[in-house]
């Protein structure tokens, strides 16, 4: 069966979203193995406010998947769904034959799903700041 653009377009789009996907655990696993050497930095917004940003916690729940370790769900584990789900939409579109292109195009969903991932990371986080800042 040939393939016409449209669905090399799609399977390159799928590939990409996988990849985005697996960058956080590929990169969880270097701080797994370097044992969290490079990686310690300050928050600005923890510094600021003294709570937790989105993001706090997320480099060392990935760091723990990596090692399997079921730690990573007193970190930021929002993330590690997040990306587990990139992988595996990505896939379906790669390979099923799927499409995100009309998903896309409506011109706030890129902005309601990025801002609504951000408000569960930050959740998550505020409910593990005693584990992510001990």
Not at 45 to 64: I, N, Q, S, Y
Not at 84 to 92: F, I, N, P, Q
């Amino acid at each position: 069966m040939d393939a016409g653009p449209d669905t090399a377009h799609d399977r390159r789009d799928g590939l990409l979203l996988a990849a985005a996907g697996l960058a956080p655990f590929a990169m969880g696993g270097i701080y797994a193995a370097t044992g969290g050497d490079g990686f310690d930095s300050v928050c600005p917004f923890h510094e600021v406010t003294g709570l937790p940003c989105p993001l706090c916690g997320g480099t060392r729940a990935f760091g723990l998947v990596a090692q399997a370790d079921p730690g990573f769900l007193h970190f930021n584990f929002f993330w590690v769904i997040a990306a587990t789900a990139l992988v595996l939409a990505g896939l379906a579109v790669a390979f099923t034959g799927l499409s995100f292109r009309g998903f896309w195009s409506r011109a706030r969903t890129p902005l309601l799903l990025i801002g609504g991932a951000m408000l569960l990371g930050w959740i998550t986080a505020l409910a593990n700041q005693g584990s992510i800042f001990a």
